[in-house]
């Protein structure tokens, strides 16, 4: 299935996922269900995250973890609209108990065009075959006339462009944190919550990102608490 000529493509909307102004086509798109086990859930996701992390030799795994300490919540936090570089917030909404440092958060930051971790181009086949396992879970969260179109995007801006990034622990029972990120591509995931036992995850796309500031209304309805941000770098 290839791209329709014309036009610019779809935005990728995952199932359960909420729509921004223009209706279900719009992104961020997310996901979430704490405590985990819940509709929707993506801990499929997570198996695979892990599986490619175990794939990894202990060179790659290290080039990969860019930080011990995870994200409170996403990276790119709750922006409608992804800057130029992103960095986590200090806590999470409702969560002063566990706050990260500056130099957590530069650590973890996210910036547009400069992946960080392991790129698919460096992975061995089997490890390419796990981390593209992962892909195509997380493609396969999105409404089925997008999947086709939205792996064309992700080949044509180049697959092996995309990589893996992982922070906080290696351990599936404690709170941990990954990503992909390329071109036309950031696909988060975080189990930090409630001892490892509360899943977030967001689709987003770089290259063409808009939406009212849905996450933060979820997050701020789900999650009762302040939610005052810390202010970007």
């Known amino acids: 299935m290839g791209l329709a000529p014309g036009g610019p493509p779809p935005v990728p909307q995952l199932h359960g996922g909420w729509a921004g102004p223009h209706g279900r086509d719009a992104v961020p798109s997310r996901l979430g269900a704490g405590p985990a086990g819940t509709v929707p859930d993506p801990r499929h996701e997570e198996d695979l995250g892990f599986a ?3 794939q990894l030799d202990d060179d790659q795994r290290a080039t990969a973890t860019i930080h011990t300490t995870p994200p409170p919540d996403f990276a790119s936090r709750c922006v409608p609209v992804l800057g130029d570089e992103e960095w986590p917030d200090v806590h999470g909404v409702g969560r002063r108990d566990a706050p990260i440092t500056d130099a957590d958060r530069e650590a973890l930051r996210w910036v ?14 089997n490890q390419q075959q796990a981390f593209d396992e992962l892909v195509e879970a997380f493609l396969l969260r999105l409404k089925p006339e997008q999947v086709g179109r939205e792996m064309d995007r992700i080949r044509n801006a180049g697959r092996d462009d995309l990589h893996f990034v992982w922070a906080g622990s290696h351990r599936i029972e404690e709170p941990h944190y990954f990503r992909l990120e390329g071109p036309v591509t950031l696909v988060e995931f975080d189990n930090t919550e409630d001892d490892a036992n509360h899943v977030h995850c967001v689709w987003r796309d770089p290259t063409n990102d808009f939406g009212v500031d849905i996450l933060a209304q979820h997050r701020a309805a789900q999650h009762p608490g302040p939610a005052d941000h810390a202010d970007r770098p």
């Not at 547009?112 to 086949?125: D, E, I, T, V």
């Open 52 to 54: 490619v992390l175990a």
């Open 112 to 125: 547009k065009g400069q992946p960080r971790g392991l790129s698919r181009a460096r992975m061995g086949a």
